[in-house]
């Protein structure tokens, strides 16, 4: 099970408030706020002090829900797995796994999307999908040498040995054309999608946080 607090950063937000503010209203020490920041779980004294501070409910600030399932996905088999945006859920596709690698692989990659929802990413925006695209598959390893998604090219002659020569494309080109790819399941993005994926690549590529990359235009 995981902890997501993005209901009430986006409850703050609606009450025009900031992490500031709540600390001051409700006495919580900064390293609680700290705390939810990364999806950790703190006592239900604090929830209750946040609640009665803000009026509402426990459900109305934190979701409490499994974290990864397992389940048939994109009919082609072409995506490993995806994360449900605001509700921390993680569905590994069984149709479309290749490895144990391919796996682990997979989940480090749906957790970065998870981390970033519960952050505040705003996947229906097409540059903020494009950098968790990014920081997705830099992050998970996929686009190392010998990563799941680094693709090795056969050049179209034979040599004089009468083999094909090939190469491993390179981090960027794998980073880039998956991070396409992903981000594309989202036709509204198609339009400008090399714009989005460029700007991602050099703003998000070395990013550990997405707050790093959205906190400037929230």
Known sequence: MALCYKKLWKLLIDKDMTRASLREATGIAPATIAKMSRGESVGTSVL???CES????????VDYVPT???????ASGLFGGNTRNGSGIITICTNSIASVSYVYDTIVHE?????????GTDFSKCEQRACSEIRAYKNSGQCQLGGAHRKKIYL???NLRGYYDWYYETEEECLTLSAKASTMKDWMCIHNIDTY???AYNNCADKKDPFDVH???R
């Open 156 to 158: 179209p002659f034979r």
């Open 197 to 199: 994926i460029n700007d």
């Open 68 to 74: 990864i399932l397992c389940g048939c996905c994109d």
């Open 111 to 119: 957790l970065i999307h998870a981390y970033d929802d519960c952050k």
């Open 215 to 217: 906190e400037g235009s």
């Open 54 to 61: 803000l009026q509402c409910n426990i459900g109305d600030i």
């Open 48 to 50: 209750e002090r946040i």
